[in-house]
């Protein structure tokens, strides 16, 4: 996943140093790249009015940047733009962990923080490749069937590149870590609850009853899933 | 769920006007609490070194208020604590939406945004009752069964109360809404693939191998899941 040459790590810099419980963190790139190959959906934190804002998009990851899309007057993408830096944090659920006290209960998580340089992409050429790895991403096996954007559609979406020049990650897993004496408590269950995403029956539009649920629809699988 | 008297809406204030896609936008109590009591982790956007950036977190909602923990020295609390008033985003994922054409594929979701004042909260009995309510809310039942926290435990709790001042909810339900032209290439599939967590099979801590898993693990659901 890391090409020759690369460095194996995104940090720390002095935007994405851990410094709480900063044995669950990490700066490795395959880590990073493969929480942000999983999940699809971010939230990209922004100044409104002077405020720190976060505001959920999707995203894709090509090579060692991010793309993000929007109708060309999306403000949350001008006020990235604008700011020249942006930060992008994606967030995995992977479960809760009972604890026997109500102090130790947490939760299981893998999430990554990407702080970037961020631009317009102008090329006709990037933001096809761009919106094309959107859905691919999103639905892999998808670009093969889409009918593929018109120029006026192109000219109709905005499509912004975060280069992931900085990343930090954090990562809780395993089961509760109780104190001895409350683990002596036996009547109190304690463990983990693994949640997943699951896909539910696909829906057709009712516009195409007599077309067959493609297979990447029928089995729809991300990254990292077993 | 709303109180009488109270509002029954949230906005739109200078900081949760909704400008892109406004037909997808409400500021009603009822719809912000209800993905508000549906979710259980939020990102809450803070200044860090002068840049916007979004840490995801646990909350719980009681009235009119979101309550966040964390470590006494949590930076993002801290900073949160520090700017006195801070934005919390709460996102729900709730399918994928494949349209003929690339540029109409989407993705059904429920997000809000709160603003509100952010402080401290100092009073035992508050900080009390907001980690008992953030243990319910996440895993409704448990507070039962959990040990109460002790003085000490409370010491080495930060509790932070954001009120919800202001708010905003952006939905999108439903399917592809392609051109019309692309509707008859009646080859390509079109639809919603929903998509929805899913509990797995729930993994016993080892010290506990003789107790009954409770039913609320066995059978957990968030409130909004049919």
């Not at 720190?52 to 949350?76: F, K, S």
């Not at 089961?175 to 609850?193: F, M, T």
Request: aromatic letters at 6%.
């Amino acid at each position: 996943m890391t090409a020759p040459g690369q460095p194996a790590v995104l940090g720390p810099g002095k935007l994405t140093k851990v410094r709480r419980l900063a044995e669950r963190a990490s700066y490795d790139r395959e880590l990073v790249y493969s929480v942000l190959d999983e999940a699809f959906i971010c939230h990209v934190a922004t100044l409104l009015n002077g405020e720190p804002v976060a505001l959920p998009t999707a995203y894709a990851r090509v090579d060692d940047a991010i793309y993000l899309h929007g109708a060309p007057a999306n403000a949350t993408l001008e006020r990235a733009v604008g700011a020249g830096m942006v930060s992008v944090t994606v967030t995995l659920l992977d479960g809760l962990v009972l604890a026997r006290s109500t102090f130790h209960h947490s939760i299981n998580y893998r999430s990554v923080v990407v702080f970037g340089p961020v631009s317009v992409v102008t090329s006709s050429d990037e933001k096809r490749r761009a919106l094309e790895k959107l859905v691919e991403h999103i639905v892999p096996g998808r670009s093969r069937d889409a009918r593929a954007p018109t120029e006026a559609e192109l000219r109709a979406t905005a499509v912004v590149k975060v280069e992931i020049a900085e990343a930090s990650a954090k990562v809780r897993t395993g089961g509760p870590s109780d104190d001895a004496e409350d683990v002596a408590i036996s009547r109190i269950w304690a463990g983990q609850l693994p949640l997943k995403w699951a896909p539910q029956d696909p829906v057709p539009d009712e516009d195409c009853p007599d077309v067959a649920v493609p297979d990447y629809i029928a089995g729809y699988r991300r990254p990292g899933w077993d």
